[in-house]
């Protein structure tokens, strides 16, 4: 569900960055973690997330999951709430039973991971205990227990992803001393984009590459001073954090989202793992040019928007980007519901210096501002938009940009795609009327 949390709220701040920094900390609004469940669940086939939770997060799941994926789910919710603290034993072996359940009906599956959730039951639940205990039981012999939380107090919808990869690294072995030099990719990609850069790094002669996350569970990447690893994703705080204590080098280019992003992202391997410039340039230059194609295809239709976005994914910082510089499009305010200035680095040198750049949210205060710029497009959580729709603005929603591929060249004119729909949506509205 929508969590909405209340903090005080301070002072705009200044900022080192070339954009002005608004910080504040009043109400936000924006999906738990628990939601990230529907597109992790998809990447990792035998793994199964099992949300320690209330009928509330069972609600969340299906009805966000049950509009946007076909597949049978690999995940489900055990229900815990109604019971007080002399009910804790007996909630032991709930789960154990829904375990038991799990493993019997689904042979397959090799990985469950016990999510948890915000109501005061789970929080007093021991979940890494918990997870402990069924690893040590022989009948689950081959299943691995990983844990994290998804809670709407304590995590946004793509903080939920951060968790659970944390989760993964504690679990990633070891490398061997004097291992070879082993790129990691971190971060959900969807597996067509994955495909296309695994191709790219293989061309580049770039062979040991990783994903995180992993296809099959049981494929467990080694990490170690040996590991340079390369983020996908910008919301990947925690995870990065633990890589690099366990010696991994984290580089810090643009994020692979349009042909500027993906080119700078692949450049970042391909020098760290001494790649000759010109193999790179003839290896990039055929997606280069379907990228820039594609992008200026959609220059015609977005050129001049202005663009409003919300703090929801992370992502803001780099699709502000990437629309502002490939598609001509003029941000007025980048919300990000963090900023994580050393992973953002390279993407904040490149916004217009006259944007308004927010993190953390006070939502009133936001709606206030987003009238007064009257943008042409809002980017904004599932919550924001029908109301903002009935008040005549076009609207994107965020949570899109994470279920759809938009990492890489070719995938840079879906990424244009997405937002050109929404303006051709409100023009046909406003011929309708008119
Ligand atoms: S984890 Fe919390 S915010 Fe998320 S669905 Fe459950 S009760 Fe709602």
Sequence with gaps: MTTVLDRTTSPATPSTSPAPLLRERGQREVFCGLTSIIWLHRKLQDAFFLIVGSRTCAHLMQSAAGVMIFAEPRFATAIIEDRDLAGMADLHDELDRIVARVVARRPEIRMIVLVGSCP????KLDLSKAAERLQARGQYAGVRFLTYTGSGIETTFTEGEDRFLASLVTALPAQEQ??????LVAGCLADVVEDQFRRIFTALGIEQVDFLPM?????MPSVGPSTTVLLAQPYLTETARLLQSRGCQLLHPLFPLGEEGTTAWLRAAADAFGVDPGRFEAITRPGRDRARIAMTRARSELEGKSLFLFPDSQLEPALARVLSREAGMVPLEVGTPFLNRLHLSSELDLLPSDVTLSEGQDVDRQLDRLRDAAPDLTVCGMGLANPLEAEGFAT???IELVFTPIQGY???GDLAELFMRPLRRR????TGRA
């Design 396 to 398: 994107k929603w965020s």
């Design 427 to 430: 023009a046909l509205l406003q």
């Design 410 to 412: 070719d995938q840079a």
């Design 178 to 183: 004097n291992a070879k030099p082993r790129l």
């Design 215 to 219: 296809r099959e569970s049981t494929v």
């Design 120 to 123: 005061s039951e789970v929080i």
